[in-house]
């Protein structure tokens, strides 16, 4: 897409709309996943989940660092280098939690480029926990904690248009590799408000039920963002892949009566993408009745490569 040249909007790109793993994932043989192997016409291949947003269209700030940061540049000339002998576009990363799927693709950020990293105290302090995390020399990556429900103003460090980023927090839990240790799940899973001029998105990668707070906040959206893990709860259970339900993982299902698609509707939101899709989830076949019944509903399925300017 080339920008509009209207000075200062909102820029979204998503650089991958699937769920930890991607689509497919290395291990799965489903008949979902089978289409994304041998790349069956509907069966779009997906990186894991992060959004680049702009208010320039020039300085970009990432919502999550997948572990396919590489690939993902790649496919984005928006995220290459643009002057000098070392330059990045990004300015700032800010993650919605500790996953692995959300912060992996810092490793790929490490050669002695400035930025800052916005996070959550208990983000921080489990990325602190880790040694192979000090690649990320402090002197470069200011490590900057996220406060709930106050906003930041995130400027380019050559004076660009701020944008505006509040953290919220919703349901969820405890990333996967520290279920064992027992922690509180507080602060591990956010949402995001971005906006720039009054124009604004939300991000919610990752969400475990929807509660009467949450749907207020999302009434009369512009954009928003949604987790769409799985289809059903039982999902994986059904096809014998696994025996977590998306409950146990943290997720809410896009169907049945407590779902994504239920519990969102008529809030009014003008524009609402299911992202973070499993490699299970019928949404990433073009042609399946869900897929069908979900555009119904007035829900778009976000897809590498996706572009929106608010
Ligand atoms: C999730 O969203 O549930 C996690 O990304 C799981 C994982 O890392 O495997
Ligand atoms: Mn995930």
Redesign the pocket.
């Known amino acids: 897409m080339s920008w509009p040249n209207d000075g200062v909007g909102l820029r979204v790109l998503v650089l991958g709309a699937a769920?930890?793993?991607g689509f497919p994932q290395w291990n799965c043989r489903t008949p979902n996943s089978q289409g994304g192997w041998c790349q069956h016409p509907g069966f779009r291949r997906g990186t894991q989940a992060s959004l680049a947003v702009s208010a320039d269209g020039v300085n970009w700030i990432l919502l999550n660092a997948s572990p396919d940061f590489r690939q993902q540049i790649l496919a984005t000339p928006a995220l290459w280098p643009q002057n000098g002998m070392r330059h990045s576009p990004i300015t700032h990363v800010v993650l919605t939690g500790g996953?692995?799927?959300?912060v992996a693709g810092l490793w790929s950020m490490r050669e002695r480029q400035r930025f800052q990293l916005w996070a959550h105290p208990v983000v921080l302090d489990s990325l602190g926990d880790n040694p192979l995390f000090d690649a990320l020399d402090p002197h470069w990556v200011r490590r900057c904690p996220l406060a709930l429900d106050e906003p930041v103003l995130l400027s380019s460090q050559h004076g660009g248009p701020e944008l505006s980023v509040t953290a919220f927090a919703v349901p969820g839990k405890v990333?996967?590799y520290l279920e064992r240790r027992g922690c509180s799940s507080e602060g591990f899973t956010l949402g995001l408000e971005v906006s720039v001029n009054g124009r604004g998105l939300t991000f919610i990668p990752?969400c475990a039920h929807i509660t009467a707070n949450l749907r207020e906040r999302l009434r009369n959206r512009a954009l928003v963002f949604f987790e769409g893990?799985l289809w059903q709860d039982d999902e994986l259970v059904q096809l014998g892949v696994s025996d977590k339900t998306a409950q146990r993982?943290?997720?809410v299902s896009v169907a049945g009566p407590d779902g994504v698609m239920a519990s969102l509707q008529d809030l009014n939101i003008a524009r609402k993408i299911l992202i973070?899709l499993n490699t299970t989830n019928p949404l990433l076949n073009a042609g399946s009745p869900e897929h069908a019944h979900a555009v119904g509903q007035g829900w778009e399925v976000a897809y590498d490569g996706m572009e929106i300017c608010l």
């Open positions: 769920a930890g793993g996953e692995i799927d959300q990333p996967l990752g893990t993982m943290g997720h973070h």
